[in-house]
């Protein structure tokens, strides 16, 4: 199975004291097992170090563990999707057609790359903003 994962599933993923993390983790358990085929967006990397690195954690997350969480925990396990300047330009047009507005559009982003990568599932703690964000992938979008 093709699974698709959000930012927020990987952080909640990543980070142990995440209300959310055991759910989570156990999906990435399953990717790093090699019982799903496991797929990010490019643009998750950057928010997920984004995140990471400002989560309120104590201690802190350091920006060269955050670097090492991902590298270990995404891109060793996952296949990146990469949107080209034309799909950023049809995902832009689409939310100004569906009247989107603020952070949505990240959302729109990783949905577009999980369509691209004919996910099956995608996981996400924000249903309802994809849901909105990409009517397309209705249907595939669960929790963890």
Do not use: C
Not at 43 to 62: C, K, N, Q, W
Not at 73 to 78: G, K, L, Q
Request: proline content about 4%; aromatic content about 6%; hydrophobic content about 50%.
């Amino acid at each position: 199975m093709n699974v698709f994962f959000d930012t927020s599933t990987l952080v909640a993923a990543i980070v142990q004291s995440h209300p959310r993390h055991h759910a989570a983790f156990a999906w990435l358990a399953r990717a790093k097992a090699g019982r799903l085929e496991a797929s990010v967006s490019s643009h998750t990397l950057a928010e997920l170090y984004a995140v990471l690195t400002s989560f309120p954690v104590s201690p802190r997350i350091s920006p060269g563990l955050a670097s090492r969480l991902i590298h270990e925990n995404v891109i060793r396990v996952a296949k990146v999707v990469s949107l080209t300047a034309s799909e950023y330009s049809k995902v832009i047009t689409r939310a100004g057609e569906l009247g989107l507005s603020g952070g949505i559009i990240y959302d729109a982003l990783i949905a577009r790359a999980a369509e691209k990568a004919g996910a099956e599932k995608i996981l996400t703690l924000n249903l309802g903003d994809f849901e909105r964000a990409w009517p397309a992938v209705q249907g595939r979008v669960i929790e963890p």
